[in-house]
């Protein structure tokens, strides 16, 4: 705003000085010092009205650059959870997988002991129908 006041009293110089000479020479004088200044001042007003128009350009970028940051954000703490979720569940299969693998081991031995058990059944009626035959010879051998 300086520069317009400046600008103000030159032109009131150059009037005090114009009002020396002829008063139609003043005049025209005055009036083109005045056009200039108005000009100049038209065109500061463009300029700041550019400057302005461009930093409410780079508010509007800046606004939706925030925007964005925010939903990224949001979208980030989604994904943090989903990874604690994903975190825990894997935790619980691994217990599972590790309770399910005693179970196998614990089948295999009852397994083993099955297999035992039927041999030893296998021997047992074997050993009995051995002694079976061997008590009928003795019984066909004492008639």
């Known amino acids: 705003m300086q520069e317009f006041e400046v600008k103000g009293r030159e032109l009131e ?14 005049e025209e004088t005055v009036k083109k010092e005045e ?10 007003l463009l300029e700041k009205e550019r400057n302005l ?9 800046l606004k939706e650059k925030e925007a964005s940051v925010t939903e990224l954000e ?4 989604i994904s943090a959870m989903e990874a604690k979720l994903y975190s825990l569940k894997i ?5 599972h997988s590790q309770r399910l693998q005693a179970q196998l081991a614990e089948f295999s031995i009852a397994m083993k002991e099955l297999e035992a058990a ?14 079976e035959e061997k008590s009928k010879e003795i019984l066909a051998s004492l008639r």
């Not at 128009?53 to 970028?61: P, S």
């Not at 935790?91 to 217990?95: M, P, V």
């Not at 039927?118 to 002694?131: F, G, S």
Request: glycine share 2%.
């Open 74 to 77: 949001h979208q980030l703490k």
């Open 13 to 26: 110089t150059a009037r005090i000085a114009a009002t020396s000479k002829e008063p139609e020479i003043q």
């Open 118 to 131: 039927r041999a030893e059944i296998n021997l047992l009626e074997r050993k009995m129908k051995l002694d």
């Open 53 to 61: 128009e461009l930093q409410l350009l780079d508010y509007y970028g």
């Open 35 to 44: 056009i200039a200044h108005l000009r100049e001042l038209v065109l500061s």
């Open 91 to 95: 935790d619980s299969l691994q217990s």
